[in-house]
């Protein structure tokens, strides 16, 4: 079991940054991923960035490229995303979740482990 807790939401303006964060615990694995995803209301949930937690590497979805930034604190199991220049459209719960293996995945049905979510709002 991985259990994922996330925080750092809020009510934000349009233009404006917030880093949410989400700690690990439970099972240790070598290899594994930690994703982001997002979902408004009436709408899929989609893929905002992902990074593999023993090599770095990261993805990201082509809406969020070079505002977002995903990362991770290896001694604390926490990762982070920075979310600059935030616009309205991106108001949305968003998810941390947990793979195993080293695949970058896009598609949230390969994920095993999510947590509950941190409401992100953007104000116009």
Do not use: H
Not at 103 to 111: A, E, T
């Amino acid at each position: 079991q991985v259990q994922l807790v996330e925080s750092g939401g809020g009510l934000v303006q349009a233009g404006g940054s917030l880093r949410l964060s989400c700690a690990t615990s439970g099972r240790t694995f070598s290899s594994y991923v930690m994703g982001w995803f997002r979902q408004a209301p009436g709408k899929e949930r989609e893929f905002v960035a992902a990074i593999s937690w023993s090599s770095g590497r990261t993805r990201y979805g082509d809406s969020v490229k070079g505002r977002f930034t995903i990362s991770r604190d290896n001694a604390n199991n926490t990762v982070y995303l920075q979310m600059n220049s935030l616009k309205p459209e991106q108001t949305a719960v968003y998810n941390c979740e947990w793979k195993g293996g080293g695949w970058l995945g896009s598609d949230v049905r390969v994920y095993d482990y999510w947590g509950q979510g941190t409401q992100v709002t953007v104000s116009s």
